[in-house]
C-alpha cells in the first residue's frame, strides 16, 4: 500500500488514510463494522455478497458500491448508514432468506451464523418471496464435516479459501443460475480434499459444519488462544471450552499458520477428553500388575530408587528421555533433574532419531542447527528444493504455503524416493533410491560449478574450505550420479541448474535425509549447495529442516541432549559448566552422556539401570522394537504421560500427565519461533503437569526448588540461555518471538546468516558417500523406507484417541511396486510377510507406482509395524542416528485363512 495519503469523508468525519487503501479498510479505523459475508481476511475482496455496500460521492463513480473492493480516491464522500443502504442490505437479506432453511433453533451455528445476525440487526424475519427453492439438502460429507446446502448463501468462501489458500480446488462452484451450488466436482468428494477443515472454520452460515459428538452454543463456551500439539509448523490456534471440556478448534491468523490448521490441528483434540486418559499414578505391584496408587507413593518409590540405584552403581547408572511433546519449561526442568539433582548427562529426547543431524550438520558447516528461515517464507523462493519430506502429509500448512508458491510461478524440485503428492506439481521430481541423497547433492554442486554459476562473491566473503569441496565433488559426475541414483542424468543436470540459477532458492528437508547412517554428511551437503550459490542470509532461501513434532526444536534449544545445556552450550566448556554451576548451586558432570540409541543397548549391557521417560514412546519409535522392549522391561521403568501407552504398560512407575489444553508453558516450532501454550481446561482426575512432577521429585531427592508458575522455569532459563535471554512472557502475547533474541529490545531473528553465518564464515566440508549395508544383504533384497501420514501422528498416542483421523487410517499397510507385486504373486490388498533380519510382521499391501521397482513403504506410526524391522546399528558416527529410512527386507504372500 503507498505511503502517500489521502482525503476522504466517511459519515461526516474527515481523515487522512493510505492511497490504495479499500473502503472497507478505511471504515475499520474509525471502528465502523460493514457487514459482509464473503470477504476473507489476508485475500483479495469478492465483492459477490454485496452485503458490504455503501453510498459514495465525489468518487468516479457515484451510488452504491462494494465497498471491499472498491479503493479510496481523494475527496471521495461515503456514507455508511444512509436509508438506501440500508434497503439494498435488507433487498439481500430477504433475497438469501428466499432460499435458505430458517429453522435456525436446530442449526448448529445458532448464535454465530453471520446470516442470522445481520437478519435480526435489519430486522428481516421472514422472506417477502414466495416461491420455487433449490432443495440441495445433504450432497456429501466425510468423517470430518458435514455439508447443508439448503443453509448455504454461496458467498464461496469455502471454495476461495481452498483453492487460493490452500491449494487444492476439492471444492467449485457447479451448474449455473438457480441451481448453482458447491460442490466437489466428482461425488464422492476427490481425494484432493486433506479434510483441512479450512472451509468449515471460514463458512458463515451453517452450510459446512464439524462432526461433533459434543454439542454445544457458542454463548456456552469461551476461547483460549494456545499452540498446536502436533507437527513443527505450530499453528496458532483458539481451543472453545464448554463445561472445562474442549469442545471445537479455531484457527487463529498468526504469523506461523495464517488462519489455517490441518485435519489434525482442527478435528483431532478428542484424545484431550478421551476416557483413556490416565488419571492417577500406577505402581507395578508383586503380582506383576500396576496398580493405582497416591503420588506421595509413587513419587516415593521413583525416589527411592534413584538414590538406590546412584548408590550402587552411580548417576550414569541413570538415563533420561525428555519429551518433544513437553513444554519448554518442562524439558528445561527434566535435564536439570539429570543433571543437577540426579548427576548425570544421560538425557536425550527423540531428536536423536529425527534431527540429530541436522543439529550436528549444521551446526557443523554454519554454526547453528536449526530452521534457516520462516515457514511462510517459502512463498518468496523462486525455485524451491524439497527432499526427504512429504510436506503437505507430515507438515500440512507448510505443504498448502508451498503449493501458493507454486500457484504464484514458482519453480519445484522434488527429491524422494516415494511420489509424495508434490512431485505431482513439481517442475522436476527425481525419483531417487533410498541412502543415494548425498550422491545426488554432490552431483549437483558439481554440475554447479562445472557450468560456473557459482555465487563466487559469496563463497570468498562468507566461506572457508571451498577448493578442498570443489576437488571432492569432481568423482560425483551426472552418469554416476544417474547410476547409484536411478534417474536419468539430464533431470540431475536440469535440476542442478534450476537451483543454481535462481535468484532466491529454498531447501526444504526433513527425516529422508537425516535418518540415515550418514545423515550428517547427507545435512552438510545440502549446506554446501546453499552456500555455494549464496542462499543463505536473505527471503525466499536457507536451508530449512522441518521439526516432526510441536517442541523438538524446543526440547534441543533446553539442553536435553548429552553433550549440551541450553543453546548448545557445551558440556565439556568449563566456562558453560561453571555457570550452570553457579546459577544451580551444584557440581555438574563433566563427561559427556548417553545418547538415546547408545542408552538402550547399555540397558541390555548392564551399564544402565534405570530409564526415566517424559511423553515419549520408544516402543514403537525407536528402531529395532524387539530389542527396545527388552531393554523397557529389564530396566527399572518410570514414565510419565497422558495415556498408557505402549512404553507406559512396561513401566514399574506410571505418573499421569496433564496434556498441551491442561497447562501453561511455550513451544518452540521449527522456525525457532517461541510461542505461548496456555491452560484452557483443567487436568484430568489426579494428572499433573510434568513440571509440577518433576519439582516435586526434585525436592524428594534433597534438590530443594520452587516455582510457582512455568513463567518463573522460563525466566530462569532465559538467563542461562543466550539466544532466549531477551524473551519474557510479555513479549511472547502477541505473535512470539524468534531466536536468537538476546536483549528484551530485540525484535528476533526471523532469517538467520544475514550478512554471512553465525559462525563468520560458513565451513564447506567435504562428504564422502558409502552404501548402507541394509543393501548389500541378497536375503532381504526390497529398500523399505517408511514414512508417516496426514490422518496419524508419531507414535499415534493422541491420533490412536481420535475417532474421525482413524476412521481414515486405521492400519498399517504396505507400498510395493507393481512389477514387485507380479513377481512375487501378490495382488493389492493380500496380507503379506514382511521381515528383515531384526524380526517380521504382516501388514496388508497397497499395489501402487508411488514406490519404484525394488522400494517399499511403510508407515512407522504402529507398533506392530516398521520399527519391528528397522536397524538399531550401525550409527552415523557424528550423529548418532540410526538409518530408519533404509531396510533391506523381503516381502511374502502368506495366506490368512
Known amino acids: ?196 477443515g479450512n472451509c468449515v472454520s471460514n463458512c458463515p452460515t451453517g452450510a459446512i459444519v464439524p462432526k461433533f459428538e459434543n454439542r454445544f452454543r457458542i454463548w456456552e463456551t469461551h476461547e483460549t488462544q494456545t499452540t498446536c500439539p502436533y507437527c513443527g509448523v505450530g499453528c496458532q490456534m483458539n481451543l472453545l471450552i464448554k463445561d472445562d471440556k474442549v469442545v471445537d478448534v479455531r484457527p487463529v491468523s498468526g ?136 510436506t503437505t502429509k507430515t507438515h500440512p500448512v507448510m505443504g498448502a504455503f508451498i503449493r501458493q508458491a507454486k500457484l504464484n510461478g514458482t519453480k519445484l524440485i522434488v527429491a524422494d524416493p516415494v511420489r509424495i503428492p508434490l512431485a505431482e506439481i513439481a517442475d522436476i521430481y527425481l525419483q531417487i533410491k533410498p541412502g543415494t541423497s548425498l550422491v545426488l547433492h554432490n552431483c549437483m554442486l558439481n554440475i554447479i560449478l562445472s557450468e560456473g554459476l557459482e555465487d563466487t562473491d559469496y563463497i570468498k566473503q562468507y566461506s572457508t574450505g571451498f577448493d578442498e569441496l570443489k576437488e571432492s565433488v569432481k568423482e560425483y559426475t551426472p552418469n554416476f550420479a544417474a547410476k547409484i541414483c536411478g534417474v536419468p542424468a539430464e533431470d540431475i543436470i536440469s535440476a542442478a541448474k534450476m537451483y543454481a540459477k535462481a535468484i532466491n532458492a529454498s531447501i526444504i528437508y526433513a527425516m529422508g535425509i537425516t535418518q540415515h547412517i550418514n545423515g550428517t554428511n547427507n545435512v552438510i551437503s545440502l549446506s554446501n549447495l546453499a552456500v555455494c550459490t549464496g542462499n543463505l542470509g536473505h527471503p525466499g532461501s536457507g536451508v530449512n529442516p522441518l521439526r516432526g513434532q510441536n517442541n523438538v526444536q524446543g526440547a534441543c534449544d533446553m539442553g536435553s541432549l548429552p553433550q549440551f545445556y541450553t543453546a548448545y552450550q557445551q558440556v565439556a566448556d568449563q566456562k558453560a559448566r561453571e555457570k550452570f554451576e553457579k546459577a544451580w548451586n551444584v557440581s555438574l558432570p563433566t563427561t559427556v552422556g548417553l545418547t538415546k540409541t547408545l542408552a538402550i543397548p547399555s540397558v541390555l549391557n548392564d551399564k544402565v539401570k534405570m530409564l526415566f521417560i517424559m511423553g515419549e514412546n520408544p516402543a514403537v519409535s525407536d528402531p529395532d522394537s524387539t530389542q527396545t522392549i527388552k531393554a523397557l522391561k529389564k530396566s527399572f521403568l518410570v514414565v510419565s504421560d497422558i495415556f498408557l501407552t505402549e512404553t507406559a504398560e512396561l513401566a514399574d512407575v506410571v505418573l499421569p500427565a496433564a496434556c498441551f489444553a491442561e497447562k501453561d508453558g511455550t513451544f518452540t516450532n521449527s522456525e525457532r519461533r517461541v510461542q505461548l501454550v496456555n491452560k484452557a481446561v483443567s487436568p484430568k482426575g489426579e494428572a499433573l503437569a510434568d513440571w509440577l512432577i518433576i519439582m516435586m521429585l526434585s525436592n524428594r531427592l534433597g534438590y530443594n526448588c520452587h516455582y510457582d508458575t512455568p513463567e518463573d522455569i522460563f525466566n530462569e532459563m532465559a538467563k542461562l540461555t543466550p539466544s532466549y535471554e531477551g524473551m519474557t512472557y510479555r513479549r511472547l502475547e502477541e505473535h512470539g518471538l524468534c531466536w536468537p533474541c538476546p536483549t528484551e529490545d530485540h525484535p528476533g531473528t526471523p532469517i538467520l546468516h544475514v550478512g554471512g ?116 546399528v550401525p550409527l552415523d558416527s557424528v550423529s548418532k542416528i540410526a538409518g530408519l529410512k533404509l531396510t533391506g527386507v523381503k516381502i511374502e504372500k502368506i495366506d490368512v485363512n
Open 1 to 196: 500500500m503507498s505511503k502517500k495519503t489521502i482525503n476522504i469523508t466517511i459519515n461526516d468525519k474527515k481523515l487522512k488514510v493510505p492511497d490504495g487503501m479499500t473502503i472497507i479498510e478505511a471504515c475499520l479505523i474509525i471502528g465502523i463494522n460493514i457487514p459482509t459475508l464473503c470477504l476473507l481476511k489476508d485475500e483479495m475482496p469478492d465483492g459477490s455478497c454485496r452485503m458490504c455496500v455503501v453510498e459514495v460521492e465525489n468518487g468516479y463513480k457515484n451510488g452504491l458500491v462494494a465497498s471491499c473492493n472498491e479503493i479510496c480516491k481523494d475527496g471521495i464522500i461515503i456514507t455508511t448508514n444512509s436509508e438506501k443502504v440500508i434497503k439494498s442490505r435488507q433487498f439481500i437479506l430477504d433475497l438469501l432468506l428466499s432460499d435458505h432453511s430458517t429453522d435456525c433453533f436446530s442449526c448448529t451455528k445458532n448464535g454465530e451464523c453471520k446470516l442470522q445476525e445481520y437478519a435480526l440487526e435489519y430486522g428481516i424475519d421472514k422472506t417477502g418471496f414466495d416461491g420455487k427453492r433449490s432443495n440441495l439438502g445433504h450432497r456429501f460429507s466425510n468423517p470430518f464435516y458435514e455439508v447443508d446446502l439448503e443453509k448455504c448463501v454461496l458467498c464461496v468462501r469455502c471454495v476461495r479459501i481452498c483453492t487460493s489458500r490452500q491449494a487444492r480446488s476439492a471444492l467449485c462452484i457447479m451448474d449455473r443460475g438457480f441451481s448453482t451450488y458447491i460442490g466437489s466436482g466428482f461425488h464422492p468428494p476427490p481425494e484432493q480434499c486433506e479434510s483441512c
Open 255 to 390: 504469523r506461523v499458520n495464517e488462519g489455517l490448521l490441518c485435519v489434525k490441528g482442527k478435528f483431532a483434540f478428542d484424545f484431550i477428553n478421551h476416557p483413556d486418559r490416565l488419571t492417577q499414578p500406577l505402581v507395578r505391584g508383586e503380582d506383576g500388575e500396576l496398580h493405582p496408587t497416591s503420588w506421595d507413593n509413587a513419587l516415593n518409590v521413583v525416589s527411592n530408587k534413584i538414590k538406590e540405584i546412584k548408590e550402587k552403581f552411580g548417576p550414569d547408572a541413570i538415563a533420561g528421555f525428555s519429551g518433544a511433546k513437553a513444554t519448554n519449561e518442562e524439558n528445561y526442568l527434566f535435564m536439570k533433574l539429570m543433571r543437577a539433582v540426579v548427576g548425570t548427562n544421560n538425557v536425550d529426547h527423540c531428536a536423536r532419531l529425527c534431527h540429530s543431524s541436522s543439529v550436528a550438520g549444521l551446526a557443523a558447516t554454519l554454526g547453528s542447527g536449526a530452521m534457516t528461515n520462516p515457514i511462510a517464507d517459502v512463498r518468496n523462493a523462486d525455485v524451491i528444493f524439497i527432499t526427504g519430506s512429504n
Open 757 to 872: 553465518s553465525a559462525k563468520g564464515k560458513a565451513e564447506l566440508k567435504v562428504t564422502k558417500w558409502e552404501s548402507s549395508p541394509e543393501v548389500e544383504n541378497h536375503e532381504y533384497p526390497i529398500m523399505l523406507t517408511t514414512n508417516r501420514l496426514l490422518y496419524q501422528f508419531h507414535t499415534r498416542t493422541m491420533t490412536a484417541k481420535s475417532k474421525s483421523v482413524n476412521t481414515k487410517s486405521p492400519n498399517n499397510f504396505i507400498q510395493i511396486n507393481p512389477e514387485n507385486a507380479i513377481e512375487l504373486g501378490i495382488s493389492d490388498g493380500d496380507t503379506v510377510k514382511v521381515s528383515s533380519p531384526r524380526g517380521s510382521i504382516t501388514a496388508p499391501a497397497v499395489i501402487t507406482n508411488e514406490v519404484a521397482k525394488g522400494v517399499a513403504a511403510m508407515p512407522f506410526h504402529w507398533a506392530d509395524g516398521a520399527n519391528v524391522l528397522t536397524a538399531a
